[in-house]
C-alpha cells in the first residue's frame, strides 16, 4: 500500500468516527436513549385509579393479573405479569426494591404488609426483600433460603402472628389460629397442594389448597359465597385478600377477579 493509499485509509476511518460522534451527539442532544435505558420500572403516571378500575385495565388489555395486597391504610399494590406492578400509596422503599427488581428482570412472587405498615417481597425462588417485620421472620427467611428450599407466601395476622409457606404444603408459624394450624396439619397428612393463606382484620381466615378449594372461618358470608360458587363452576381460585376496612378479592382465572367493599 502506497503513502497515499494509507492516507486516504485513515482519513476514511476519521470521517467514520467522526460521523458516529456526531450522531451520538445528537441523539443525546435530543434526548434519545439506548434500547437499555427504555426498559422503564413500573409506575403510576397520570391519574390515579383505584384498584378495581387498575384491575379492569389489565384484563383489558390480557395480563396475567398475579396478586392485590393493602398496606394498613388501604393503599394498594398490583403485581402482573413476570415483574410488573401498579400501586397506590405504599412504602418507598418498597417501590425502590419493587424497580429494582423489575430492572433485574427478577420474578416477583409476593408482596405484603404488616400491621405497622412493614413489608417484605418474595422474588425468584426463594430470595426476600423486607422492612420492619418480626426478626423471627427473617430468620426463618433466611433458614429457608439457606436450606434451598422454595418460598412460596408470608402472611400477617392483625394481631402480629405470622406464617411463611413453603414447597407443596410446608409451613412454619407463630400466633395464628389453632382452627387454621389444624387445618394446616390436616392438610399436609393428606399430601395437598396448600396454595395461600388470608387473614381478616376480624382474625377470621381462608386457607386456598389445591386448584379451586378452601377453607375458611369467621369471613364475610359474601366471601365465602363467592368462593363456592367459583368451586362449583370449576375456576381456578389464585387469591383472595381483605382489606382494613373488612372489604375482599378474590382472583380467579389467567385475569378474572371479583370484590367487594373496595373503593
Do not use: C
Not at 486516504?8 to 467522526?18: C, K, M, P, R, W
Amino acid at each position: 500500500m502506497s503513502h497515499s493509499e494509507k492516507h486516504t485509509h485513515l482519513n476514511t476511518v476519521q470521517l467514520i468516527i467522526s460521523i458516529t460522534v456526531g450522531i451520538l451527539a445528537i441523539l443525546g442532544f435530543f434526548g434519545i436513549k439506548g434500547i437499555s435505558d427504555l426498559q422503564k420500572p413500573p409506575e403510576t403516571p397520570g391519574p390515579v385509579l383505584n384498584p378495581l378500575e387498575r384491575l379492569g385495565k389489565l384484563k383489558d388489555t390480557n395480563e396475567d393479573i398475579k396478586l392485590i395486597d393493602f398496606t394498613p391504610a388501604s393503599e394498594w399494590v398490583i403485581l402482573y405479569g413476570k415483574n410488573q406492578a401498579w400501586w397506590n400509596g405504599i412504602p418507598a422503599e418498597a417501590i425502590a426494591k419493587l424497580n429494582e427488581l423489575y430492572k433485574a428482570r427478577a420474578e416477583i412472587k409476593q408482596i405484603t404488609f404488616t400491621p405497622n405498615s412493614g413489608w417484605v417481597i418474595l422474588y425468584n425462588k426463594n430470595d426476600a426483600a423486607s422492612n420492619e417485620i418480626p426478626q423471627d421472620v427473617i430468620d426463618q427467611l433466611n433458614q429457608l433460603k439457606n436450606d434451598g428450599r422454595e418460598i412460596k407466601q408470608v402472611a400477617f395476622t392483625p394481631t402480629g402472628g405470622w406464617i411463611i409457606l413453603y414447597e407443596k404444603n410446608q409451613a412454619v408459624w407463630n400466633g395464628i389460629p389453632q382452627e387454621a394450624i389444624d387445618k394446616l396439619t390436616e392438610l399436609q397428612k393428606a399430601g395437598k397442594e396448600i396454595k395461600e393463606i388470608a387473614f381478616t382484620p376480624e382474625s377470621g381466615w381462608v386457607i386456598l389448597y389445591g386448584r379451586n378449594q378452601a377453607f375458611w372461618n369467621g369471613i364475610p358470608a359474601s366471601a365465602s359465597n363467592e368462593l363456592s360458587q367459583l368451586y362449583n363452576a370449576g375456576a381456578e381460585i389464585n387469591q383472595i385478600v381483605f382489606t382494613p376496612a373488612s372489604g375482599w378479592v378474590i382472583l380467579y382465572g389467567r385475569n378474572d377477579y371479583v370484590a367487594e367493599g373496595i373503593s
